[in-house]
């Protein structure tokens, strides 16, 4: 039959019961949509009048044991995983982590060192330079500036840029 949810809807009420009158006017209204589909609807109709007339199935008393008794025996026939086996499938994910972070950690290593060492070759040279005067040299400054005068513009030098 078809794939529509009210034909199915309908369908599956039919298996468990007989159709209210407005059910029945919602099948005759969808069966007028769809007339393709009544042959199919019938013989369905048929099929589950015939079923609900067949007696039920006798079952012994003990059924409920025997099933669990099977549902057991069955769960106790497959196969187990023993507790290793499920932590290994972790190991390759938990390698692949380890192996990033000891990479990072590495470079970031290199990194800082390389960092450090560039410092001390650039200490290294200032420490070289034997021009610097020592920093004794300052503390008489505001004294030697106060007592030269002012820079005046040399008006000769100004004219010949003219």
Same mark, same amino acid.
């Not at 025997?66 to 069955?74: C, I, N, P, S």
């Given at each position: 039959m078809t794939? %529509?949810?009210i034909c199915n809807r309908l369908r599956e009420l039919t298996w468990r019961r007989k159709l209210t009158g407005a059910e029945e006017a919602e099948l005759r209204s969808w069966l007028e949509t769809h007339p393709e589909a009544r042959a199919e609807w019938e013989a369905e109709t048929g099929l589950a009048a015939v079923l609900e007339g067949l007696p039920d199935a006798p079952v012994p008393s003990n059924f409920t044991a @025997? =099933? &669990? +008794? *099977? =549902?057991? @025996? /069955? *769960?106790a026939a497959a196969p187990r995983r023993p507790v290793w086996q499920f932590r290994l499938r972790w190991l390759p994910k938990a390698a692949?982590?380890?192996t990033v972070l000891a990479a990072g950690l590495v #470079?970031?290593? &290199?990194l800082q060192s390389a960092e450090r060492r +560039? &410092? *001390?070759? #650039? =200490? *290294?040279?200032v420490a070289d330079i034997p021009s610097l005067p020592s920093p004794d040299i300052l503390q %008489?400054? /505001?004294a030697i500036r106060a007592s030269s005068p002012a820079a005046t513009? /040399?008006?000769?030098l100004l004219a010949l840029l003219k």
């Open positions: 794939n %529509d949810p @025997r =099933v &669990l +008794k *099977a =549902v057991e @025996r /069955d *769960a692949f982590v380890l #470079s970031f290593y &290199l +560039k &410092l *001390a070759q #650039s =200490v *290294a040279a %008489d400054f /505001d513009p /040399d008006e000769q």
